[in-house]
């Protein structure tokens, strides 16, 4: 299984990124792909995901409004769209991939990507 995260970078306050987060070699296709982030000296934070099957996506409250998922099928990849942005945002960002569990805890994760980092400029 690989998990391929990126377009992270630098951006002012107010901008927007897209990441993107490539899938491949999952045995099984009902998996869901989600993305935390990681700031400095913090806990890696859930922002969003998304299940592969169905359209159901979640949202966590800091970013609602601002960030969103969409997935292209044809690619196995599901981006993050990230609007709005702030000093906050900053971190590393991680997409990983799931089979089960709540998307919302960590260790419901069985895969991650190596991470791409987002810095905003106040």
């Known amino acids: 299984v690989q998990l391929q995260a990126s377009g992270g970078g630098l951006v002012q306050a107010g901008g927007y990124l897209r990441l993107s987060c490539a899938a491949s070699?999952?045995?099984?296709?009902?998996?869901?792909i989600g993305w935390f982030r990681q700031a400095p000296g913090k806990e890696r934070e859930f922002v969003a995901a998304?299940?592969?099957?169905?359209?159901?996506?979640y949202i966590s409250d800091s970013v609602k409004g601002r960030f969103a998922l969409s997935r292209d099928n044809t690619k196995n990849t599901v981006y993050l769209q990230m609007n709005s942005l702030k000093a906050e945002d900053t971190a590393v960002y991680y997409c990983?991939?799931?089979?089960?569990?709540?998307?919302?805890?960590?260790?419901?994760?069985?895969?991650w990507g190596q991470g791409t980092q987002v810095t905003v400029s106040s």
């Open positions: 990983g991939g799931s089979y089960g569990g709540s998307l919302r805890v960590y260790g419901a994760y069985d895969y």
């Open positions: 998304i299940r592969w099957l169905g359209d159901s996506t």
């Open positions: 070699g999952f045995p099984y296709p009902d998996y869901s």
